[in-house]
T-cell receptor, first 111, second 116 residues
Framework: KQEVTQIPAALSVPEGENLVLNCSFTDSAIYNLQWFRQDPGKGLTSLLL?????REQTSGRLNASLDKSSGRSTLYIAASQPGDSATYLC??????????FGKGTSLLVTP | NAGVMQNPRHLVRRRGQEARLRCSPMKGHSHVYWYRQLPEEGLKFMVYLQKENIIDESGMPKERFSAEFPKEGPSILRIQQVVRGDSAAYFCASSPFSGGTTDTQYFGPGTRLTVL
């Protein structure tokens, strides 16, 4: 059974800092890994999707890497801004459709 | 192009009542997924449907829960005889033809169910 773990559970950083969020998964036989953002009381927004054959994806200030063999992914956020404050969720697809989510990292960027 | 729509956004029910949650997928998407987020827990897969078919309901509780995606109209998640433990946020997602292996799933804003 796939287990997805995200560390840390919560993180507070001052504006402008670069930061790294971590995600690990127990079964490396995945189709893809996705990072989502969840704002309080709202739905999920897909940030980056990495196929199992890829090593990383970039979008603006975000960069996600995938090391499938070790069961790890990182989300790098450059030059953090208060608007980046949200919960970041990591999820893997290993059965063809169902997303297996971690519990998330709650990020607070202070001005 | 409107996103995934869910209604109601908030639903309050008393124990023993029925809850009906609706989800309209993005235009052109024929695959719908339901997830549940319990307090302090991650999102958990419940059921995957295509039009008029339940493909995988392995994440659904065995009793009181059912889902449908009719040929016309939204997908419905129905919870009969709700209990306090059903209080959670229920999210619907949709995807185009691939079923999720190569395409992202697009999530709705969720329905927050509170059982009194």
């Amino acid at each position: 059974k796939q287990e997805v773990t995200q560390i840390p559970a919560a993180l507070s950083v001052p504006e402008g800092e670069n930061l790294v969020l971590n995600c690990s998964f127990t079964d490396s036989a995945i189709y893809n890994l996705q990072w989502f953002r969840q704002d309080p009381g709202k739905g999920l927004t897909s940030l980056l999707l990495i196929q199992s054959s890829q090593r990383e994806q970039t979008s603006g200030r975000l960069n996600a890497s995938l090391d499938k063999s070790s069961g790890r992914s990182t989300l790098y956020i450059a030059a953090s801004q208060p608007g980046d404050s949200a919960t970041y969720l990591c999820a893997v697809v290993d059965s063809g459709y169902a997303l297996n989510f971690g519990k998330g990292t709650s990020l607070l960027v202070t001005p | 192009n409107a996103g995934v729509m869910q209604n109601p956004r908030h639903l309050v029910r008393r124990r023993g009542q029925e809850a009906r949650l609706r989800c309209s997928p993005m235009k052109g998407h024929s695959h719908v997924y339901w997830y549940r987020q319990l307090p302090e827990e991650g999102l958990k897969f419940m059921v995957y449907l295509q039009k008029e078919n339940i493909i995988d309901e392995s994440g659904m509780p065995k009793e009181r829960f059912s889902a449908e995606f009719p040929k016309e109209g939204p997908s419905i998640l129905r919870i009969q005889q709700v209990v306090r433990g059903d209080s959670a946020a229920y999210f619907c997602a949709s995807s185009p033809f691939s079923g999720g292996t190569t395409d992202t799933q697009y999530f709705g804003p969720g329905t927050r169910l509170t059982v009194l």
